[in-house]
């Protein structure tokens, strides 16, 4: 357990569909991260907050769109989805931003896009 | 950007060292190394961290060479449940936003 949970840990959806993956974290933390990782592939930075604002937005496609409404809270919003958006993704936190902060990551939510 | 090159995969037997070594040779002076591992469909968890020479703690100890372009993790006596990826995760002190770059990954496997 890391204090960090997401929700739901399994999706599938359609190429059509709009769902949102939901991030929730119990540490008091000031930066919140979405990563995807996909088969056999690094960790891939997606989105990055600190303090509720986006402090980087790593070319992700539009179809991809995140909300942080409060320090505890990070959604992705997801619309319009390819086959190839299928991957694992990972939500994480950490005090404040920058590498000697010990980013605590989510058990992710496993989404298949059909 | 300090970009992170690890290899793809190592096998190791229980009890043996294990020596991961990552290579960064852009790191910038303010950056720090952190090493993390991730079972599978598991997110990663911090396993140790170090700016330069030597750091250990109860899991691993970590080198980072004077010229601070390399560093090795070094997991004592390994087990099969250290089984796991271990990514190298080279980036600024502070803020640095989507600078936090994870490499590869080793695939480590350990069998009896």
């Not at chain 2, 599978?40 to 109860?58: D, H, L």
């Not at chain 2, 006596?77 to 600024?92: E, F, H, I, K, W």
Request: net charge neutral; hydrophobic share 30%; aromatic share 10%.
């Amino acid at each position: 357990e890391t204090g960090v949970t997401q929700t739901p840990r399994h999706l599938v959806m359609g190429m059509t569909n709009k769902k949102s993956l939901k991030c929730e974290q119990h540490l008091g933390h000031n930066a919140m991260y979405w990563y995807k990782q996909s088969a056999k592939k690094p960790l891939e930075l997606m989105f990055v907050y600190s303090l509720e604002e986006r402090v980087e937005n790593n070319s992700v496609p539009s179809r991809f769109s995140p909300e942080c409404p409060n320090s505890s809270h990070l959604f992705l919003h997801l619309h319009t989805l390819q086959p190839e958006d299928s991957a694992l993704y990972l939500c994480a936190s950490s005090q404040d931003l920058g590498s000697r902060e010990t980013q605590y990551f989510g058990p992710g939510t496993r989404l298949l896009v059909l | 950007l300090a970009k992170t090159t690890q290899p793809i995969s190592m096998d190791s037997y229980e009890g043996q060292e294990v020596n991961i070594t990552c290579s960064h040779n852009n790191i910038a002076t303010n950056d720090y190394i952190t090493w993390y591992q991730q079972f599978p469909s598991q997110g990663p968890r911090f396993i140790i961290q170090g700016y330069k020479t030597k750091v250990t703690n109860e899991v691993a100890s970590l080198f980072i060479p004077a010229d601070r372009k390399s560093s090795t993790l070094s997991l004592p006596r390994v087990s099969l449940s250290d089984t796991a990826v271990y990514y190298c995760l080279v980036g600024p002190l502070t803020g640095g936003g989507n600078k936090l770059t994870f490499g590869t990954g080793t695939q480590l496997k350990v069998e009896l």
